[in-house]
């Protein structure tokens, strides 16, 4: 009779969070990254044939096109994730966006070699988002998998706070790098440097993702040989309703975090004078206070479930963003930075906060990575994708008025609240199913 093998060894719930809060950071430094150069720099440099307000929307149509690449990283790393394992689609997903980033950081710019400029910028754009398409879902699964269940919201927010602190991280460098020098200085080279910055960045994650272990409970379906064989075919025929819940609880989370900060530092920077940081700065500052914010908001939904949090989320962001435009036009840096921090850290966190562990709970083993991915990621598309640059063209077309950039968040915000009340309380569900022959988990 031959001996049991060797069982495969565990995760410490704490390496894993902080192993998802490090590479989640790095790879939101450079989506971040790019989206703070869309909003400042750009324009000039790749677009420079145009009225400046055209400009800023070419830009912000680049930084767009980026989430459109989302979803087949998604759908691609969904399929590795659930078919081969979530370490090797994240060691992956990182090393893809790190190369991408730092490749912009030495591309020609438009006076340079004309109209390839903004084409190069837009390929390495788009494999961008394909990397940050298959980032989260791993990063997320791996906590929420791994983390005792009455901690699941906690842990899975260590995935959420890297966002924030890629935020931190891509502001903050930014924005000094912008102060120590000329803004003629800043324009010719100096915006390049936070982006090789990345090649750095990526190796120090890369070295913290390669010691990772797969979670228990996917790693036992592996050596079961019960894995499904099409993911994405499974989590379509049988959990597609999750999908389109959670696509529809992205719309408003993620819309008003990016009219707050991408969209937000350029309305900022439009009423107190392109050099000014006082947006980057309200921005970085309430990016330090989500390093907090957002795992309290997690933990608190491992008490108190995750559906109230997010509805509560979803309607005080959608009374919100009037007030928030109001408060950035008086050009006051404290009045900018109390509606930054309220906006996002109060009522934004609170859905962002609970959502690794809301989404991952809503599915099932076999077809997790796939199932929260595509949700996550197609959300992402239909609304912070885009939100930057409908409501640059909204403002435009409103003669610089924001009302109808506010009914346009109003109607996102209607349909999260909709697909919020309608999904299921998912804090006190065993994740860990009993999987069937094809694969395919069956519910609790």
Same mark, same amino acid.
Request: charged share 10%.
């Given at each position: 009779m031959t001996q049991s093998a060797t069982p495969p060894p565990r995760n410490s719930v704490k390496k894993v969070a902080l192993g998802s809060f490090v590479g989640t950071t790095i790879e939101w430094y450079d989506f971040f990254l790019y989206g703070?150069?869309?909003?400042?720099?750009? +324009?000039p440099l790749f677009f420079p044939d145009v009225s400046p307000a055209v400009g800023l929307i070419a830009s912000f149509a680049t930084y767009a096109v980026g989430f459109l690449a989302r979803p087949l990283g998604a759908l691609v790393g969904g399929h590795v994730g659930d078919r081969v394992g979530r370490k090797a689609m994240l060691v992956a997903s990182l090393l893809i966006m790190g190369v991408s980033t730092t490749l912009i950081g030495v591309l020609p710019?438009?006076?340079?070699?004309?109209? !390839?400029?903004?084409?190069?910028?837009?390929?390495?754009?788009?494999?961008?988002?394909?990397?940050?398409?298959g980032e989260w879902?791993?990063?997320?699964?791996?906590?929420?998998?791994?983390?005792?269940?009455?901690?699941r919201g906690f842990y899975g927010s260590f995935t959420q706070i890297g966002v924030s602190g890629g935020m931190l991280l891509a502001t903050g460098i930014f924005m000094l790098t912008r102060m120590s020098m000329s803004h003629q200085a800043f324009l010719s080279w100096g915006w390049r440097l936070p982006f090789l910055l990345s090649g750095v960045l990526v190796l120090v994650g890369f070295i913290i993702r390669a010691k990772l272990h797969e979670p228990e409970s996917f790693q036992q379906m592996k050596d079961d040989n019960t894995?499904?064989?099409?993911p994405l075919a499974d989590v379509v025929k049988n959990e597609q309703r999750a999908v389109w819940l959670t696509a529809g609880m992205r719309m408003s989370q993620n819309a008003i975090y990016y009219l707050?900060?991408?969209?937000?530092?350029?309305?900022?920077?439009?009423?107190?004078?392109?050099e000014s940081n006082i947006g980057l700065n309200s921005v970085l500052i309430a990016?330090?206070?989500?390093?907090? +914010?957002?795992?309290? !908001?997690?933990?608190?939904?491992?008490?108190?479930?995750?559906?109230?949090?997010y509805l509560f989320?979803?309607?005080?962001?959608?009374?919100?963003?009037?007030?928030f435009f109001l408060l950035a036009d008086t050009g006051n840096p404290v009045l900018i930075t109390l509606a930054m921090v309220i906006g996002l850290n109060v009522f934004h966190d609170a859905m962002?906060?609970?959502?690794?562990?809301?989404? +991952?709970?809503?599915? +099932?083993?076999?077809?997790?990575?796939?199932?929260?991915?595509?949700?996550?990621?197609?959300?992402?598309?239909?609304?912070?994708?885009?939100?930057p640059l409908i409501a640059t063209s909204l403002l435009a077309a409103n003669n610089g008025r924001p009302w109808f950039v506010v009914i346009y968040f109003l109607f996102l915000s209607l349909i999260t609240g909709v697909c919020a009340y309608l999904a299921p309380e998912t804090n006190r569900h065993d994740i860990d199913e009993v999987s069937t022959s094809r694969g395919h988990a069956a519910r609790v």
């Open positions: 703070t150069a869309a909003a400042l720099v750009f +324009s710019t438009y006076g340079q070699v004309g109209i !390839w400029a903004p084409i190069m910028l837009l390929v390495l754009r788009l494999a961008q988002g394909f990397g940050v398409g879902g791993g990063a997320a699964l791996m906590s929420v998998e791994s983390a005792p269940a009455d901690k894995l499904a064989t099409n707050l900060t991408t969209f937000g530092i350029a309305y900022i920077a439009r009423s107190v004078g392109d990016s330090a206070v989500g390093l907090v +914010s957002v795992p309290i !908001w997690a933990a608190l939904s491992d008490r108190v479930g995750r559906r109230p949090l989320g979803t309607v005080t962001s959608a009374l919100f963003v009037g007030p962002y906060g609970p959502q690794a562990a809301f989404f +991952s709970e809503m599915f +099932s083993t076999g077809v997790r990575y796939s199932g929260a991915s595509m949700g996550y990621q197609f959300g992402a598309v239909l609304s912070g994708g885009f939100a």
